[in-house]
């Protein structure tokens, strides 16, 4: 069984640029989840999507977004990109995330802003 | 910071010899789960114990949740050098699944 798989690997912007990172969650999961491991802050979650709705969000400023579809798939969309948002951007998906299962990870994008 | 607490932040032992690595959380819990990363890689799922248990095994890792202290332990037995990796605790809200992260532990094993 495939696990949770992302793209691109690496990423390079320029400030003031868009990024879109893409996630695949393990088949028969519904539940895909978005952290961000910057140098120094720790993992931070980011957002939850569930049923192709976001549920959950964390303390982020709005220019994360992204979107979650019909195939469960989901994609983050990072706008008006800063420096500091260079980071391994980690997706994971899990069963119906109300009954708190284990959540699997993907391997992550890297993303450098220069 | 509602971010869980990991204590060493760093562990260096030698093979064969037991690891131990230590967290502490804020908020009232529905489970706690352990991960290893591998050099700034995906996180793999080691082991998850919910908040009515009080401990668990799986292979060389034992786990042990304290809820009244909000702790909780990860103990790897006869490691190996192929242990050597970060290990963080996640804990999920009773208000919700998002996962809230440990700072992490790096555990370097020498053969």
């Known amino acids: 069984e495939a696990g949770v798989t992302q793209s691109p690997t690496h990423l390079i912007k320029t400030r003031g640029q868009q990024a879109t990172l893409r996630c695949s969650p393990i088949?028969?999961?519904?539940?895909v989840y978005w952290y961000q491991q910057a140098l120094g802050l720790g993992l931070q979650f980011l957002l939850w999507?569930?049923?192709?709705?976001?549920?959950n969000r964390g303390n982020f400023p709005p220019r994360f977004s992204g979107r979650q579809f019909p195939n469960y798939s989901s994609e983050l969309n990072v706008n008006a990109l800063e420096l500091e948002d260079s980071a391994l951007y980690l997706c994971?998906?899990?069963?119906?995330?109300?009954?708190?299962?284990?959540?699997?990870f993907g391997p992550g994008t890297r993303l450098l802003v220069l | 910071s509602q971010q869980g607490e990991e204590d060493p932040q760093a562990l260096s032992i030698q093979e064969g010899e037991n690891a131990t690595m230590n967290c502490s959380y804020k908020?009232?819990?529905?489970?706690l789960q352990w991960y290893r990363q591998n050099s700034g890689r995906g996180l793999v799922h080691l082991i998850l114990?919910?908040?009515?248990?009080r401990e668990k095994h799986s292979g060389r890792l034992r786990v042990t949740l304290d809820t009244s202290k909000k702790s909780s332990s990860l103990l790897i037995t006869a490691s190996r050098a192929a242990d050597t990796a970060s290990y963080f605790c996640?804990?999920?809200?009773?208000?919700?699944?998002?996962?809230?992260f440990g700072e992490g532990t790096q555990l370097t094993v020498n053969p």
């Open positions: 999507y569930d049923e192709g709705e976001e549920r």
């Open positions: 114990i919910r908040s009515n248990e």
């Open positions: 088949s028969g999961h519904t539940s």
């Open positions: 908020t009232s819990i529905n489970n």
């Open positions: 996640a804990y999920g809200e009773t208000s919700g699944s998002r996962l809230t």
């Open positions: 994971a998906s899990s069963l119906a995330g109300y009954r708190e299962e284990t959540q699997y």
